[in-house]
């Protein structure tokens, strides 16, 4: 049977056919005629094809569930077959002309198309039949590429060019380009070079020398073709690696030789080049800059026809523009505005693509002693404004739409330029960006910018420029910013104008009116143009005269009277009790240079304003100033961040607590994440923190490390690890220890500091917790409040106060964050320390009121209890200074001594401010301890969203990178260990399963594919560095599980794992256990008799059904396994004073204690939907 009668269903109706598209009927029955007309057998072929071809490749495609479509392989085949076979090249073009017109006239995509003209690949086969349908699908391939692209394809072989020649003679219009491409082609061994390109290259510069346009010398081909040549040479590839961008091509033979001949006929010579440069792929790779600066060399000062430099560069070739520069540079006496060439080079210098436009400086400058040759001053300055105007971008749509933006305003560079001209005519200045973009944007992405104009905060939107327009009308200052076009570009629906934006007054814009009119891409900006006073000089002779009354620009204008900072001395500085002071401190701290050092006659002038306030002074009013001023985010902004740079470096004159501590608060602000963005300015925190290193100060270490154990932002603890190793080299300390030492104290003395004002006095001091004042009036009553006196007398002192407080009070607060940190870091202490660091000091006592600590010396325990050392038996505790303390931990302990203090907790009802008695713990058995990876964490699915928020929280990492791996890992600096919860993490899925646990030495964070994890024994790690660490990833697995989630449960992959959890097959974990000894304890204290336990669950009896809920999940169902979804409230709860639990974070203990009173008394429920359940 004939198979491309089969194929189509010639014979035997009831074959099975495939849905073929017309065009591929149209090709094979030409093929059919060819193959007859060539006496080819169609047999023959339909053997070979299915025995060499098509069997293999359902073989292959079986492997990944795929059925190739029989005609999309078959059909090109039998061509590529075809033409393989006919030694006619000329027979060859006319069937594949007539294939081309077929598919053209189909009017197929150009996937479709390759179907026929671009082979699949056979490298993977061998046999007679594929070496023949290589040959052919090169052939193809090789007719598209010289029909369609003027070029043969990389694919052709060229021991086969005693085939190519003709065939290329007969088809290709650009010959010559061909064959220099095939002679400088350098593969000799495989491809030895044929003898006659040479002269098949010579053959075609004649022919193209009888077009007048192009005169080309056969012998500078051949040289320049050398050049080509050498540059797929070895040689110069090894003078490229060793140069880079510095070779001296003069030193070169090949390009020297062409230089030299090419003195006195620059212009042949550059004919040649630019032929063949303006041919990209002709380049070998790494050749193009040498092939520039030898063009520019030839170049050099020489003079050059104006006719033939119009003819070389009227294509527009962009990467020829610095050759076109230097040429109409060396001509430029010879030309004028209206020139056909000067309007060539501007074109090429203000072109735009697709509604962009990248101008460069240096070729545009080019221009400006041809426009100053202009005669009428307006025009010539309309024409300036090209080269030195602020250039702005219009767009326009299809249905009339037409927005205008300033061009290239990165950073608002473009818009500070534009309002230091408006400063000519009134004060306005930009305060601040509004948009979250903060400092990497450019002005097609600033949403909003803050200004302030006379005294009066506005805000500039997208579309400022019309804005600003109505500003300067408002004032009635008769002037206007107006757009002039110069070039434009369109892409798809809309048509983009690039122009200059000039401040014209009314008479100015009359003339552009009159030049340019008022229609295109800035129709709307111009329609917005109004002019409320028309009698205004124009800006150029304003400038020069600077009339009185009009704002002038002053680079080494003082601080009172800059518009810069005018807004913030009356918002911030005139606030201050010692402003005239810091009018003087302002002068001198906005000429910061902002650089990593300061100038020492800079910092020596500060010192001395400083030292007159005095400066304990200074710094408490800096330390409100900033406070406040803080809460903006202009500091963050240009001139503002110079500014503030100053101040900063003012608290390294006499730095103390106090100082230390405003170089904190611009840290941590400076680092606080902005979403999507980054930290709103790592450069700015980390000259802060490098100038808190400078200072040597060990409160300054303090300051490092509050702020270290506070962030949960992964990059600026690492900026704040590399600070702190690069301060404690200066130390002897322990680096925990130095932490503990530098905490700073405030000037508490005996755990309270009392400041003077006036007749009063204030105390502060901590209670329960909380940092508390109090007002001592003179005749020694107390009183909460600030004394009416007080805050009229001593208002600015009152504000600096308040600002200190709360300074105080947000290191006191940061300082619970130390707390874990003690286990997780496995601290000990010496008694004597302990007592000097932590007991004692001030702000760390309020943190350990309650916790109970280990004796290691003496094997035995003590809590604090209101600064008292006791046992559990309430006996008081003595210490010796050797005595090795550490803070207490269950894993520790065994079970008795465990149950010891939870008694104790209960019977005096202490609420711990960090989880301690009644905390989770995860000890290792001895066989597990044994082993270097624990699947006690797997099989979980857990939320990858949710779990990258809770992780990250807990300062783990687990972030979307481009990682050959991913899961949640946590660096443990101070022991060297990484510790990993390895899942099988994807990022196209919504949950991940997770797998073992390991420990590595070192920093593993950086996971890759090659990883090799030295990994450690349980073992060598600290017991409750290891339970704590656990304790992590069971919060991860109790807030992230897609258990949680019904809706992601229901899914088919998850429902056994859903089934499971719901079961309680999941959630006995320590959690669980801790719920359970609370509710041991609690249910009789409220009433609940009829309880027990069973595994993980806690089953309680009422009247209609009896009941079970999960310790671990909260969940609710009745004993038949019934799942109930109560959702009780918990707030009579937590407003019980009968009952204090001794943990106040766990909400699921809560809704546990809840449901358990809900059940016991289910004969009171009254919702029938729920009886039915209960029944």
Same mark, same amino acid.
């Given at each position: ?707 270290? +154990?506070? $962030? &949960?932002? *992964?990059? %600026?603890?690492? =900026?704040? /690890? #590399? ?131 280990? +004796?290691? $010396? &003496?094997? *035995?325990? %003590?809590?604090? =209890?209101? /600064? #008292? ?307």
């Amino acid at each position: 049977m004939d198979i491309l009668k089969r194929l189509f269903g010639r014979e035997e109706k009831n074959t099975p056919q495939e849905d073929i598209p017309t065009h591929v009927t149209k090709i094979t029955d030409q093929i059919i005629d060819w193959f007859k007309a060539d006496n080819l057998s169609v047999a023959d072929f339909q053997k070979l094809f299915e025995e060499e071809y098509w069997k293999p490749l359902l073989i292959r495609t079986a492997e990944h569930s795929y059925k190739p479509p029989f005609h999309e392989h078959f059909v090109p085949s039998v061509l590529y077959f075809l033409i393989a076979s006919s030694d006619s090249h000329q027979k060859n073009i006319e069937r594949l002309a007539i294939i081309s017109s077929i598919l053209k006239n189909a009017d197929l995509s150009e996937y479709e198309k390759d179907n026929f003209f671009i082979s699949f690949r056979y490298s993977e086969d061998t046999g007679d039949l594929i070496e023949k349908l290589k040959k052919g699908a090169t052939i193809v391939n090789d007719y598209r590429n010289l029909e369609e692209k003027n070029r043969l394809s990389v694919y052709a072989l060229k021991r086969d060019l005693d085939y190519y020649i003709p065939f290329i003679k007969a088809l290709s219009t650009n010959r010559l380009y061909i064959f220099s491409k095939l002679y400088i082609d350098r593969d000799d061994k495989e491809y030895p070079r044929m003898e006659d390109i040479p002269a098949l290259i010579k053959e075609e510069v004649d022919l193209l020398n009888q077009n007048k346009d192009v005169m080309l010398d056969y012998d500078i081909v051949m040289d320049f073709l050398q050049i080509l040549n050498y540059g797929n040479t070895k040689e110069w590839d090894a003078v490229y690696e060793s140069k880079k961008r510095k070779t001296d091509i003069s030193l070169i033979p090949v390009f020297k030789s062409f230089m030299d001949k090419a003195k006195g006929n620059e212009q042949q010579y550059l004919t040649i080049a630019f032929y063949f440069m303006q041919k990209s792929d002709m380049i070998p790779y790494r050749l193009n800059k040498a092939l520039d600066q030898m063009v520019l060399e030839i170049i050099n000062n020489n003079r050059f026809d104006k006719e033939w430099v119009y003819n070389q560069f009227k294509l527009k070739n962009e990467a020829f523009n610095p050759f076109f520069g230097q040429i109409v540079n060396n001509i430029n006496d010879e030309l004028h505005v209206g020139d056909k060439l000067v309007t060539l080079y501007e074109e090429c210098c203000f072109e735009g693509r697709d509604g962009h436009w990248r101008l460069d400086k240096k070729l545009i400058a080019i221009l400006e002693n041809i426009y100053q040759k202009v005669e009428d001053e307006h025009v010539r300055d309309l024409y300036l404004q090209r080269i030195y105007g602020i250039k702005v971008i219009g767009s326009r749509s299809s249905s009339g739409y037409d927005f205008t933006r300033i061009d290239s305003d990165e950073k608002l560079e473009k818009t500070k330029e534009l309002f230091a001209e408006l400063n000519y005519i009134l004060p306005i200045t930009i305060k601040n960006i509004l948009n979250k973009g903060y400092y990497s944007v450019d002005g097609d992405n600033v949403d909003r910018a803050l200004i302030v104009c006379e005294g009066q905060e506005m805000t500039l939107t997208d579309e400022r420029l019309d804005e600003l327009n109505r500003i300067l009308d408002s004032k009635r200052t008769g002037y206007q910013l107006v757009p002039i076009p110069i070039s434009e570009s369109s892409v798809n629906y809309y048509t983009y104008t690039l122009g200059t934006l000039t401040l014209c007054n009314y008479e100015d814009y009359t003339f552009i009116q009159s030049m340019y009119g008022t229609s295109g891409a800035f129709r709307s900006m111009y329609s917005n143009i109004n002019y409320s006073k028309k009698d205004t000089i124009p800006l150029k002779l304003l400038k020069n005269t600077k009339p009185a009354g009009l704002a002038e620009l002053d680079t080494d204008i003082g601080f009172v009277s800059s518009t810069d900072w005018q807004w913030f001395k009356d918002s911030y500085i005139d606030k201050l009790s010692s402003k005239e002071k810091w009018y003087e401190v302002m002068d001198i701290a906005i000429q910061c240079s902002g650089t990593k050092t300061a100038n020492k006659k800079w910092l020596a002038e500060l010192s001395s304003l400083i030292d007159n306030f005095p400066s304990e002074k200074y710094y408490q009013e800096l330390q409100a100033l900033l406070a406040e001023s803080l809460k903006e985010d202009f500091w963050f902004f240009d001139t503002y961040e110079k500014g503030l740079k100053g101040l900063l470096w003012s608290c390294t004159i006499h730095p103390s607590e106090l100082s230390l501590n405003i170089l904190r608060l611009v840290i941590e602000k400076a680092y606080t994440k902005v979403s999507g963005i980054g930290p709103k300015s790592a450069a700015l925190g980390n000259f802060a923190i490098n100038l808190l290193i400078g200072t040597q100060k060990e409160e300054a270490f303090g300051m490092l490390n509050i702020m270290r +154990n506070k $962030t &949960k932002y *992964n990059r %600026f603890a690492v =900026a704040l /690890d #590399k600070a702190i190793d690069k301060f404690k080299e200066t130390s002897d300390l322990p680096e925990q220890l130095l932490a503990d030492k530098t905490i700073p104290r405030f000037d508490f003395v005996n755990n309270e500091r009392i400041v003077t004002l006036g007749d009063y006095s204030l105390q502060l001091y901590f209670e329960k917790g909380k940092l508390q004042k109090k007002w001592i009036t003179p005749e020694g009553k107390s009183q909460s409040s600030t004394p009416a006196t007080l805050s009229e007398e001593y208002e600015s002192q009152i504000k600096e106060l308040n600002s200190e407080i709360k300074q105080i009070n947000q290191v006191y607060k940061d300082l619970s964050k130390r707390i874990r940190t003690y286990w997780l870091y496995d601290r000990s202490w010496s008694a004597a320390d302990w007592k000097r660091f932590i007991l004692d000091h001030p702000l760390i006592n309020p943190h350990i009121q309650n916790l109970v600590w280990m +004796n290691i $010396t &003496k094997g *035995n325990d %003590f809590i604090i =209890a209101d /600064d #008292k050392l006791l046992t559990a038996d309430g006996k008081e505790y003595t210490l010796n200074d050797s005595d090795t303390i550490v803070l207490w931990h269950p894993v520790l302990n065994r079970i008795e001594n465990i149950k010891k203090w939870q008694d104790y907790v209960w019977k005096h009802k202490i609420v711990q401010s960090e989880r301690q008695i009644f905390r989770e713990y995860y000890p290792f058995s001895p066989s597990e301890k044994e082993m270097t990876d624990s699947p006690r964490f797997a099989n979980h699915f857990l939320e990858v969203n949710k779990l990258m928020a809770i992780a990250n929280g807990q300062r783990w990492i687990f972030t979307y990178v481009h990682e050959g791996y991913n899961w949640p890992r946590i660096y443990i600096k101070q022991l060297d260990i990484t510790f990993h919860l390895k899942s099988d993490y994807s990022r196209n899925e919504f949950a991940m399963p997770t797998q073992e646990i390991f420990v590595t030495r070192g920093n593993t964070t950086k996971i890759e594919y090659t990883n090799k994890f030295d990994k450690m024994k349980f073992v060598e790690i600290p017991a409750v560095v290891l339970s704590e660490l656990c304790r992590d990833i069971d919060l991860f697995i109790a807030t992230t599980t897609v258990a949680n989630n019904p809706e992601l449960a229901r899914r088919q992959i998850y429902q056994s794992y859903y089934q499971s959890y719901e079961k309680g097959l999941f959630s006995e974990n320590a959690t669980a256990k801790v719920r359970h000894d609370i509710l041991e304890k609690v249910l009789p204290a409220m009433g609940v008799s009829s309880f027990s336990f069973e595994g993980n669950f806690l089953l309680v009896d009422g009247t209609c059904n009896s009941y079970k809920i999960n310790l671990g999940s909260g969940f609710a169902q009745t004993q038949s396994g019934k799942h109930l979804n109560l959702l009780p409230s918990v707030d009579n709860i937590k407003k019980n004073k009968k009952v204090i639990l001794p943990i106040e974070d766990d909400d699921i203990l809560y809704l546990i204690i809840a449901k358990t009173i809900f059940l016991v008394n289910d004969n009171e429920i009254t919702d029938e939907k729920l009886q039915q359940l209960l029944d």
